[in-house]
């Protein structure tokens, strides 16, 4: 894993370590000795994650992990403070400045390198998700939710005295469901709305790590942050979840104020990532989807017009293409306006919809002009099916606003179908082109085969 890590520290021989540490797992260091170098570097995009001592002159390590997550550019940057403090009440202020670990001075080399491994995972799973978003849209992404989120957390937990604790601990500020089985935790999590899954490594007759293995294998949880919490002297079993994919972790006895910003920290990465996931979706549906009609658009019908050409002549099956046409359309625009004629488009495309089956595809392929590709089906079913279409978009005028009276549609259809495998896109439209044609120019409203 290739990733470039910055240190931050005031003493020369921390910094030597660290870094001799970390080139010895291949990661890129680069260093700072204070905070407002550590600032420079993060903003100008060179490091993936940062360790980051506290005791620092000028400005302390709390003050550099503030700025950092208030910085929209350095938010999600991942930060490990690093340092010889070793109190709760520290620890808690670093994870309230958003750091998203605090680790005390000496480190095991083991586990430091393995949570820098896991946040430096998710930071390019993050980062890939971020690109996708900006370079397919200028959809704007909201600021993070602040500290204040509220979510819905799945407690595994078969210790009474542990869960109640747990619970009491973040019942104020989130839903906690409960479960003392791993294999109802499972079913439970798999249903989905739950924003952060908790897990006890310390269950009575199960294995938490395998419950967590099982939560990132599945495709429905695989996303689910994980936070596991372990008994003090268990490090090796902590280090094994973090391999397995755990987000993050917590050893008893629990703080309850390093607990909520643990669990903070997670439901706010989680609710980020969700927003870039739902912003790359949307921009794919709308990269391949007609914003009028909400039917596929011409780009997708394109590309995916060829692999079905190329599946239907591999296995020697029929493929069939109707061309539909409005009948008059310029006519309704001058007649009734470009509102009617939207709302004419979207009805169309409503009755073509309810008209084809679930493998069909129906496209909008441009102004008036509309497709069908019908895998599995030969020209004589091609003709039903057009025959169907045509007489479901004439039989009922078309409701076109307020003050308009209902207006009477036609179609004209053109069929082609596959021949051969020398045919092509190119060649299945211009013979159906050709039966459009002739369909438009011997009385509209009818249905016109090529093989006719």
Known sequence: ??????????I??????????????YFDVVTASNGPQALDICGRGLCDMVLLDVMMPGMDGFEVCRRLKADPKTTHLPVIIVTALDSVQDRVAGLEAGA???????????????????????????DELGARAATTSQIALEPSPGPTLSGRILLVDDRASSRDRI?????????????????????????????????????????????CSQLRSLERTRLLPILVVDCADSEGRVIRALELGVNDYILRPIDRNELLARVRTQIRRKRYSDQLRDNVQLTIEMAITDSLTGLHNRRYLERHLSTLIGQAAGRGRPLSLLLLDIDHFKTINDTYGHLAGDAVLREFADRLRRAVRGIDLACRFGGEEFVVAMPETDVSLAVLVGERIRERISAEPFVIGEGHPAIGVTVSIGISTLTGPTDTVHSLFQRGDEALYRAKHTGRNRVVSAAA
């Open 12 to 25: 020369p021989a921390n910094v030597k370590l660290l870094k001799a540490k970390l080139t010895a797992e």
């Open 100 to 126: 998203d670990d605090f680790l005390t001075k000496p480190t095991n080399d083991l586990a430091l390198v393995t949570r820098v491994r896991s946040l430096v995972r998710l930071k390019m799973l993050t």
């Open 1 to 10: 894993m290739s990733a470039r890590i910055l240190v931050v520290d005031d």
């Open 167 to 211: 619970v009491a601990g973040l019942s104020r500020d989130h839903s906690v469901t409960v479960e003392t089985d791993p294999h109802e935790a499972l079913f439970k999590a798999a249903e989905g709305g739950f924003d952060l899954a908790i897990v006890s490594l310390e269950l009575t007759d199960h294995d938490g790590l395998r419950l």
